[in-house]
């Protein structure tokens, strides 16, 4: 698999989300520089699942843009914008039934060519992209470490490799950033070890952005270049994740469930 060119800049600016009387989002600006790994932290309610909503088309914000690269996305379907180059997995593991290769060609869905008819019908050339979809989704599979699995139901895996699984579907569209949400929730030690040299494979390898949601402040701290915090919807701190451990903002924000560095939020 060869680097591609750089991913455009993914730019959200002063979002705001209501929800009847609550301010979700308030005015929120951050920007994801092309390559890098850029973590969106904060305590529970902060806004985060907000923001990812928002970038992904399923929350229209009541004022504010998200553009990547000079394409405005605000207020586009989700598929457009996955189709777009913005892909996201879940909190929530959501695989189908199906092997792990069935669960990574639904994700090249969006990139197929052949209609439906010619789909159905078998015709040679929607055969032939179906081949290489098949291929891609093998290359993909075996860069996060599933290639062993490729035709086991997705029911027989571990947890850690379900999680892995929902991560390589979001590949399969071919991203050029990457929204990833809690990828480590629910993992032990080891898990959470190998999917964090995953997330760094990816990057390299694929040459996309992340924008990474967790709670896991040992993992933020390894993987990201950048860390915006969020409080109350607003945002409380911006920096590196050594400037922003030390932020004596971030430290209030966190009192009562601990230091970030603790990840207990
Ligand atoms: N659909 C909704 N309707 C009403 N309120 C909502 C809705 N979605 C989120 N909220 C509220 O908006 C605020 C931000 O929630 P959000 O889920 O974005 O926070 P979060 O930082 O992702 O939290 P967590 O870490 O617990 O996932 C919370 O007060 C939440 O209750």
Do not use: W
């Not at 405005?72 to 598929?79: C, D, G, I, K």
């Not at 179906?130 to 027989?156: N, S, W």
């Not at 809690?182 to 959470?192: I, K, Q, T």
């Not at 004596?248 to 601990?258: D, F, I, M, N, S």
């Amino acid at each position: 698999m060869t680097a591609r060119t750089d991913p455009p800049t993914l730019d959200v600016h002063d979002v705001t989300v209501r929800f009847a009387g609550l301010t979700a989002l308030d005015g929120l600006s951050l920007t994801v520089a092309p390559g890098s790994v850029h973590a969106l932290i904060g305590p529970n309610g902060a806004g985060k699942s907000t923001c990812f909503n928002v970038l992904s088309g399923l929350c229209r914000p009541a004022t504010g843009t998200v553009r990547l690269g000079g394409t405005e996305l605000t207020r586009l379907a989700p598929h457009r914008i996955a189709a777009l180059g913005v892909a996201r997995t879940f909190q929530n593991i959501v695989t189908t039934d199906g092997t792990v290769a069935d669960n990574l060609l639904l994700g090249r869905h969006a990139l197929s060519r052949a209609g439906f008819a010619a789909s159905a019908l078998r015709l040679p050339t929607a055969v032939r992209e179906q081949r290489e979809h098949r291929a891609r989704c093998r290359e993909i599979a075996e860069l996060v470490g599933l290639d062993a699995h490729f035709d086991t139901p997705v029911a027989a895996l571990s947890y850690g490799d379900r999680k892995r699984v929902e991560f390589a579907r979001a590949l399969c569209l071919e991203p050029r950033v990457l929204l990833l949400d809690e990828p480590v929730a629910g993992m032990n030690a080891a898990e959470r070890a190998r999917t964090a040299e995953v997330v760094r494979d990816v990057r390299a390898h694929l040459g996309l952005s992340v924008l990474l949601v967790e709670h896991d402040m040992g993992l933020v701290m390894r993987l990201a270049d950048e860390v915006t915090v969020l409080d109350f919807g607003r945002r409380i701190a911006h920096g590196s994740p050594e400037d922003v451990q030390r932020d004596p903002e971030v430290l209030r924000a966190y009192l009562g469930t601990g230091t970030p560095e603790e990840g207990a939020a």
